[in-house]
C-alpha cells in the first residue's frame, strides 16, 4: 500500500514534468521531425545538432534569443535560379509595358530585341544592354507602382518548365529549415543579390519572412510630392548595395548589424556570407545547397561530371573552402527526399 | 438561499471572465496608466486612442501586427540633444585616442585645436572642420573596435549640466510611448539623423531597440581579411545614407520597406518622416516634442518667446504644418509630469 502511493507520487511527478518540457516546445521539436522532407544524413544531422546546441538553456553554445539571426541567399538556395533568375525574366516581361509607356522605345536598341521575341538574340545581348533593360523597368516609378507592377506579374507569369507560378517554385526541404529556424527563436532574413525591392514583395506569403528582414541589392530612392501634394518615393538608378559576394556581409552589418550564427547559399556569390557568419564565435552553421539532381531539378557545379553553370556560379575551390572548414554541402540528390511541395 | 446560490455564481462568472480579460492583456491596459509620466491632455488623449483605434479588433481603423511599424527620431525625441548632439561630444574625446595612434595628427587642424582644450576655439570650428574629426573618429577602425570604443565612452562620459551618464538623459514619457506600443504589438524603429553604427552600441540596453531596428547615417563597410585569414569588416568614409529630413523617409524604405504608423520627432529634419507617416491610409499618427522647458530641460523653437537653435531646429513653418495637418506637438513643459527616470 505504501509502494503503491509512492507509486503513484512518483507517476504524478514525472507527468507535471512531461507537461511543462511539452508546454516549454522542447519535448515536442524531439519528438515530431522538424524536417520530414530531408533523407537522414549529414546535413540534416547538422541542423538540428546546431539548433539543439544553440537553443538548449544549459548548453555550452546557448545563444540568447536575441541573437538569433539566421541569413539565406535567395536564388538557386531557397528558390529555382536555372535556366535564368525570375528577375531577369520579370525584366524582360515588363518591356511591352514600359514601351508602350515611353512609345520613342520601340525603335531603341536593347528594347527593340527584347520586343522581337527572338530568343537567341534576347540571350546574347550584352552586359550594358541588360542594365539598361533593368535600370527601364526597375526604377523611375513610385515604390508603391512597382510593388504593383511586381505582384500583377507574380500572379500570371509561370516558370516555363513546371508550368507554375514562379513562387511555387520554392524548395520545401529549405521552407522546412526556415520554420525550423523560426519556431527555434531565429528571425531568418533573406540576403539575396536580387532586387531587395522585388523580393519583398513577395517574400511574405512565400517565406514567411517580411519586407524588413529582406536584404537585397538596393537602389536609392527620391522623396518628393505629386501634384496633390502627397509625399511619395520614387526609385532611382543609384546603387546603394550591390548586394553580392562581399556585398553580402556588408550588407548584413547596414541591414541587421548583428553577425548571423547560420547562412545558407549555393554560389561564389555567398563565400564571403559564409566565411563572415563562420568566423563569429560559438557554434556557427554554414551551408551550400549543391544542385547535383538533374532529374528532379537541374545539375551544374564542382562534384564530379558536373558542368560549371554562369548562373549560381560554385567553383572547385569554393567547395574546397567548404569540405576544409567545415561547412555542409547540401546534395540536392542526396539529402532531399522531396523538392517542391507540389510534388506527390 | 437561491438568491444566495444566485449571486456566488453570478461572482464567479465575473471572476473568471475578469481573469480572462487579464490574462488576454485587454483589462490590464484599460485599468493601469501605461503613460504614468505624462499628464492628462490632448498628447497623452491622442496617443491612447491612436493604439486603441489601430490595435482593438473589429475596429474600422484595426491595423495587423505585422503592419505595425511606430519610428522615432532619437536627439531631442528620445533623449537630449542640448547643447550639443552626444555623439559630438564622442567624437571630439576620441581625438586625443586617435593622435596618440597617430602622433603626427597633434600639429595638424582641426586636431591641434581639439587638443588645446580651448572651448571657443573649439565651438569656432567649421564645417569642414567637424567632417574630418568624425571621418577620424567614426571611419578607419573595424565594426567590432568601433563598438568597443564606444562603448567605453558611455561607460565613462556624463553629461556636463546633469553629471550623469548619457545613457540617463533619455525622456521617461517617451519610453513609456515606446514600452507601449510595443506591449500593443508595435514595432519600434529609431530612424535617426545621428550614427546607425553609433546608437546600435547602446539601443538595446537603453530604449529596448535591437541594432536590426536601428536606422540611422550610416556609412559603407569594406569586408577584408586581417593577418590570420579571419574576415572582419572596417568602417569607411563614403556616405551610404544621411538619415536627415528627405533621407529619413527614404531610410525607412531602405531598412524596413514598410511606411510607419506613428512617427515621433522634433526638428525640421523629421518633418518628411512624419509627412510620408501620414500619408498613408488609417489612423496615422505623427507627433512633434517642443522644448519648451528651460527650467527642467531646455527651451528652443516656434511657441511665442522660445529662441531658434541650431541644434534641433523646429521652425514656425514646421509648427504651423502640424497644426495644420493635424499633427500633435507634445508639450515638454505641460504635457510631462517629469522629464527623466531620475527624478525623484
Not at 507592377?149 to 507554375?164: F, G, I, P, S, Y
Not at 559576394?245 to 545558407?264: Q, T, V
Not at 567545415?326 to 511541395?341: H, L, P, Q, T
Request: charged share 25%.
Amino acid at each position: 500500500m505504501k509502494l503503491c502511493r509512492r507509486y503513484r507520487r512518483l507517476l504524478l511527478v514525472t507527468m507535471v514534468a512531461v507537461m511543462a518540457s511539452l508546454a516549454s516546445g522542447e519535448v515536442v521539436l524531439a519528438q515530431s521531425d522538424p524536417l520530414p522532407s530531408w533523407n537522414d544524413g549529414p546535413a540534416k544531422q547538422a541542423i538540428i545538432a546546431f539548433v539543439r546546441a544553440t537553443t538548449t538553456k544549459g548548453s555550452p553554445k546557448f545563444v540568447t534569443p536575441a541573437e538569433r539571426i539566421a541569413t539565406f541567399d535567395q536564388d538557386g538556395t531557397l528558390w529555382v535560379e536555372h535556366p535564368i533568375y525570375a528577375q531577369v525574366v520579370y525584366c524582360l516581361d515588363r518591356v511591352p509595358a514600359v514601351v508602350k509607356a515611353k512609345p520613342e522605345l520601340a525603335k531603341v536598341e536593347p528594347f527593340q530585341t527584347v520586343l522581337s521575341g527572338n530568343r537567341q538574340a534576347i540571350a546574347k545581348l550584352s552586359m550594358k544592354d541588360l542594365e539598361k533593360i533593368l535600370a527601364a523597368t526597375l526604377t523611375g516609378m513610385s515604390v508603391e507602382q512597382f510593388q504593383s507592377d511586381v505582384k500583377q506579374w507574380l500572379d500570371t507569369a509561370k516558370n516555363a518548365r513546371w508550368k507554375r507560378p514562379y513562387t511555387d517554385m520554392t524548395y520545401q526541404p529549405m521552407q522546412e529549415v526556415l520554420r525550423y529556424l523560426r519556431a527555434s527563436g531565429y528571425k531568418t532574413y533573406i540576403v539575396t543579390g536580387g532586387g531587395q525591392d522585388f523580393v519583398r514583395v513577395y517574400s511574405g506569403a512565400t517565406y514567411g519572412i517580411p519586407p524588413e528582414q529582406v536584404v537585397g541589392t538596393a537602389g536609392g530612392t527620391k522623396f518628393g510630392y505629386d501634384r496633390n501634394g502627397r509625399p511619395f518615393l520614387t526609385k532611382e538608378p543609384r546603387l546603394l548595395l550591390n548586394d553580392d559576394k562581399a556585398g553580402k556581409p556588408e550588407g548584413i552589418h547596414l541591414m541587421i548589424g548583428r553577425r548571423p550564427y547560420a547562412a545558407f547559399g549555393n554560389s561564389d556569390g555567398d563565400r564571403q556570407m559564409l566565411e563572415y557568419t563562420k568566423a563569429g564565435a560559438g557554434d556557427r552553421l554554414a551551408m551550400l545547397v549543391l544542385h547535383d539532381d538533374a532529374k528532379r531539378e537541374y545539375a551544374y557545379g564542382p562534384a564530379d561530371g558536373l558542368p560549371d553553370s554562369k548562373i549560381g556560379t560554385f567553383t572547385k575551390a569554393l567547395y574546397d573552402e567548404a569540405k576544409k572548414d567545415g561547412w555542409i554541402v547540401i546534395s540536392m540528390k542526396n539529402d532531399w527526399k522531396r523538392i517542391f511541395a507540389f510534388e506527390p
